[in-house]
């Protein structure tokens, strides 16, 4: 047995015991931000931080004075049966990034990276003093060429540390190794973000370490002099899938999960409910008052943390207090999380002023889809 894990490898690579990759949606198969209404795609982004497509993935500009912007997706066009995460993991969606609006001149302090924060209830496990940790991944680009970065932030020691890699215009797969920290911060065996991996797209002077070491100097640093100005023309688009990250000094072959393993990994830090059905009932609640209501909402599995409420547009959203012949009222009012209630395991969505005060106080009543399939609620508790 390893001292890296409980598990053994053969010449088919994955072979039993516990889960080794410390990323969840390394393949991009899940992105409940996309479809259903929502589109296949998100423009427009860079202007600040957020996540575009697929999810536990964000792109996060380090300045906000960023001038590139992408049209970012899960995409399936770059992965056919010849691909090489295909032949070699079974791969078939990817996250693109296109550049839409090109960055012309990077500044100091200025940077671009797709990135990935790992709570220290996943991660505790591994010595940043002593343990190596291994990142594998698949990336190509349709026409830039160069010196790009990949990184990993330690946030309690408040460290970085720098691989660089080459890109091209063909899949590859490509394993990075970062050595243990001598001088590291312990990652704490909690809901915060402890250990964060980066693909630098850009960075500017000011954010630039040595390659293959921890850095002497502390900040989150994702990039070398030599990392090359991805987002420099509208013709350059980034793909990358198959990204593992792992305890040990060695990489192993991607570490396949069910689809539905992975969306209820990915539901601990945001879910979204899309009504899929014009009429489609949220929840079962109680009114208030003739005009507010209350509803329940359980979050299986629990949430990493107290989720922020989302939803479509309350146009597409009412109550109703007679289920039997689908009679919707709308909302003149807004939709909120009651803090009184709220929770990593559940939390109550109060609804007010509802359009003409039809309710009777304390009766049952439904939070549905208001004859529009599109609608939705979300709960983020994103790292």
Not at 98 to 106: K, L, Q, W
Not at 153 to 178: C, D, M, P, Q
Not at 227 to 244: C, E, K, R, S
Not at 270 to 289: D, E, K, L, M, N
């Amino acid at each position: 047995m390893s001292r890296y894990g409980d598990i053994k490898y053969g010449a088919t690579g994955f072979e039993g015991g516990g889960r080794k990759n410390l990323l969840i949606n390394g393949n991009m198969t899940v992105a409940q931000r996309l479809g259903q209404g929502l589109g296949t795609s998100n423009t427009g982004i860079g202007g600040g931080e957020g996540y575009p497509a697929c999810d536990r993935w964000t792109y996060s500009p380090q300045a906000s004075t960023e001038q590139a912007r992408f049209t970012v997706s899960q995409d399936t066009a770059s992965l056919g049966a010849s691909d090489l995460p295909f032949t070699e993991a079974g791969i078939k969606t990817a996250l693109k990034f296109d550049v839409t609006t090109a960055e012309s001149s990077v500044a100091s302090g200025e940077a671009g990276n797709i990135v990935q924060r790992i709570e220290g209830l996943n991660c505790s496990h591994i010595d940043i003093n002593s343990d190596p940790i291994t990142l594998s991944f698949y990336a190509k680009s349709d026409v830039k060429t160069g010196t790009m970065c990949a990184s990993l932030y330690a946030s309690s020691g408040n460290l970085s540390h720098v691989k660089e890699y080459s890109i091209t215009t063909s899949w590859a797969r490509y394993i990075l190794t970062f050595a243990p920290d001598s001088d590291g911060t312990a990652f704490a065996n909690d809901e915060s973000n402890e250990l964060q991996v980066s693909f630098a797209l850009f960075g500017g002077s000011g954010l630039q370490i040595t390659a293959d070491a921890w850095s002497g100097t502390t900040g989150f640093k994702p990039v070398t002099s030599n990392q090359i100005n991805f987002a420099d023309n509208t013709n350059n688009n980034f793909y990358l899938t198959g990204v593992q990250l792992e305890k040990g000094p060695t990489a192993t072959p991607f570490e396949k999960e069910d689809f539905h393993v992975t969306l209820e990994r990915c539901k601990r830090y945001f879910y979204r409910h899309i009504a899929g059905s014009p009429y489609q009932r949220f929840a079962f609640g109680q009114a208030f008052t003739t005009d507010d209501c209350v509803f329940p909402f359980r979050f299986y599995p629990e949430m990493r943390g107290v989720p922020t409420l989302g939803t479509s547009a309350i146009s597409k959203m009412g109550v109703s207090h007679d289920d039997t012949d689908q009679t919707v009222q709308s909302i003149d009012g807004t939709i909120s999380i009651d803090t009184n209630t709220d929770g990593t395991q559940g939390a109550s969505v109060k609804v007010a002023d509802i359009n003409g005060d039809p309710m009777t106080a304390n009766a049952a009543t439904l939070l549905m889809a208001s004859n529009d399939a599109d609608a939705y609620l979300e709960f983020d508790a994103e790292l």
